[in-house]
C-alpha cells in the first residue's frame, strides 16, 4: 500500500512539474514571437529647458530733480517727479527640472523707460513740459525659486542695462492772459551725463499655466509675471538726482520640445540547451 502511495506521489510530482514547464516553455516561445525587434518608449513629458519671449508695459516713476537738459540748454525750471508707461520685449530661455524647487531665467531685450515730467511753470507764468523716451538693452539673469514645488514660482536677480536713447522733448507753451503771445517753443534733443550703463537689480513672481498636453512632445506655457525694480542704482545720469523706479507688469509664452526616447530590445532566442532543460524527459 506505502509503495502504491510512493508511485502516485511520484507521478503527481512528475505531472506537476510537466505542467509548470510546459508553461514556461509556451510562454518563451510566444514571447519570442510577439516581441518587436524596437520597442518605442513614450515620449519623455519631463521638460527643463524652455525657450520663448517676454512682452509687458514697464510703468515707470520718475523721483528727484534735472534742470541742465545738455551742456547747450539749461531750463528755467527744474523738473520734479513724473511718470510714463513704456514697453518691454525681450526674449528668453529657462531652465528648471520638474518637480525642483531651483532654477535659472534669462531675460535680454528692449527695456524702454519713458515717462513725463510733472507741468512746471516759467517766470512769465508760461507752463513747461519735459517729457523723456529714455530706452536700454536689458539683460537679466534671475534665480527662479517655486516654494511649493508647483507652477508658482519667484525669481530675483541683478539687471544689466546700456543705453540706446537718450532723447528728450522740452516744450513750453502760452500764458493764458497774453493772447498776443508768440507761439510756444518746443524743442528736441538728447540729455547730456547720461549713464550708459546701469546695474540694478529686480524681484518678481509668475505662474505658468500650460495650454497645451504634457504628453506632447512640444509643450506651451503661457506665464503671466509681475516685478519690482527700485530705484536702487537706476539713476540715468551722472548728475542732479532724478531716478527711475518701475514695476514691470507682462507675460511669457514659453515652449519646449523632448525627442521621443527610442530603445532597441535584444531578443535572445532559446538555446538548445535551454530547451532541453525546460523539456520534461519523456515518460
Not at 181 to 204: C, R, V, Y
Request: hydrophobic share 40%; with cysteine; net charge positive.
Amino acid at each position: 500500500m506505502k509503495t502504491n502511495l510512493r508511485k502516485i506521489s511520484r507521478i503527481a510530482r512528475s505531472s506537476y512539474s510537466l505542467t509548470i514547464r510546459s508553461v514556461i516553455l509556451t510562454v518563451l516561445t510566444l514571447t519570442g514571437i510577439q516581441l518587436p525587434i524596437q520597442a518605442q518608449l513614450a515620449p519623455d513629458t519631463k521638460h527643463s529647458w524652455w525657450f520663448g519671449v517676454a512682452a509687458g508695459a514697464n510703468i515707470n516713476f520718475y523721483r528727484g530733480t534735472t534742470q541742465e537738459l545738455n551742456s547747450t540748454f539749461i531750463s528755467s525750471n527744474a523738473f520734479h517727479n513724473g511718470s510714463g508707461v513704456g514697453l518691454y520685449l525681450a526674449p528668453l530661455v529657462e531652465f528648471h527640472r520638474p518637480g525642483s524647487r531651483w532654477g535659472i531665467m534669462l531675460q535680454a531685450g528692449y527695456d524702454n523707460r519713458e515717462g513725463k515730467f510733472k507741468e512746471e511753470k516759467a517766470p512769465c507764468g508760461c507752463p513747461v513740459d519735459l517729457s523723456t523716451d529714455l530706452s536700454y538693452i536689458t539683460v537679466e539673469p534671475s534665480l527662479r525659486f517655486a516654494p511649493f514645488k508647483s507652477n508658482f514660482y519667484l525669481f530675483a536677480g541683478p539687471r544689466l542695462a546700456f543705453n540706446s536713447n537718450k532723447s528728450f522733448i522740452f516744450t513750453q507753451g502760452i500764458h493764458s492772459d497774453f493772447i498776443n503771445q508768440d507761439a510756444h517753443l518746443e524743442m528736441n534733443g538728447d540729455f547730456s551725463n547720461i549713464n550708459n550703463t546701469i546695474i540694478s537689480l529686480q524681484i518678481g513672481a509668475g505662474y505658468d499655466i500650460p495650454i497645451t498636453s504634457q504628453k506632447k512632445q512640444t509643450q506651451f506655457i503661457f506665464s503671466p509675471f509681475v516685478s519690482f525694480q527700485p530705484d536702487l542704482g537706476q539713476s540715468p545720469r551722472s548728475i542732479e538726482t532724478w531716478n527711475v523706479t518701475t514695476l514691470r507688469v507682462g507675460a511669457a509664452l514659453k515652449f519646449s520640445y523632448e525627442r521621443k526616447i527610442t530603445a532597441s530590445l535584444k531578443i535572445v532566442k532559446p538555446s538548445p540547451k535551454m530547451i532541453g532543460k525546460l523539456t520534461p524527459p519523456l515518460m
